[in-house]
Nanobody, 126 residues
Framework: DVQLVESGGGSVQAGGSLRLSCSSS?????????MAWFRQAPGKEREGVAT?????????AESVKGRFTISRVYAKNKNMLYLQMNSLQPEDTAIYYC??????????????????WGQGTQVTVS
């Protein structure tokens, strides 16, 4: 079952921007703790892009530092996770996944550490 729902993917030209969104379909419990964005390009392994801890500290992959920003907005009904992507390049083309793991004290960029995933959203940069 998919517990997280992503949106906001699409096709853009190089240098353009997109904002991805993610929320939980099973309540806020899993979106209060460690969360992350991963991506997977064709023929490549899934890689971490950005993480946010339960205290909202963030980390980024070197390839996206200065271009991508992860953030979280808390709301009574639905917490939201975002990934603002600027200065997009063709090498950013991938399926982007939202992940959450409330048991993680500190978010990592290791996919096996996360137990909750979205279905992914396609980002294509040409």
């Amino acid at each position: 079952d998919v517990q997280l729902v992503e949106s906001g993917g699409g096709s853009v030209q190089a240098g353009g921007s997109l904002r991805l969104s993610c929320s939980s379909s099973i309540g806020n419990r899993i979106t209060r703790g460690s969360m992350a964005w991963f991506r997977q390009a064709p023929g490549k392994e899934r890689e971490g892009v950005a993480t946010i801890d339960r205290d909202d500290s963030t980390t980024y992959a070197e390839s996206v530092k200065g271009r991508f920003t992860i953030s979280r907005v808390y709301a009574k009904n639905k917490n939201m996770l975002y990934l603002q992507m600027n200065s997009l390049q063709p090498e950013d083309t991938a399926i982007y996944y939202c992940a959450a793991e409330p048991a993680l004290l500190q978010a990592t960029m290791a996919a096996p550490d996360f137990g909750y995933w979205g279905q992914g959203t396609q980002v294509t940069v040409s």
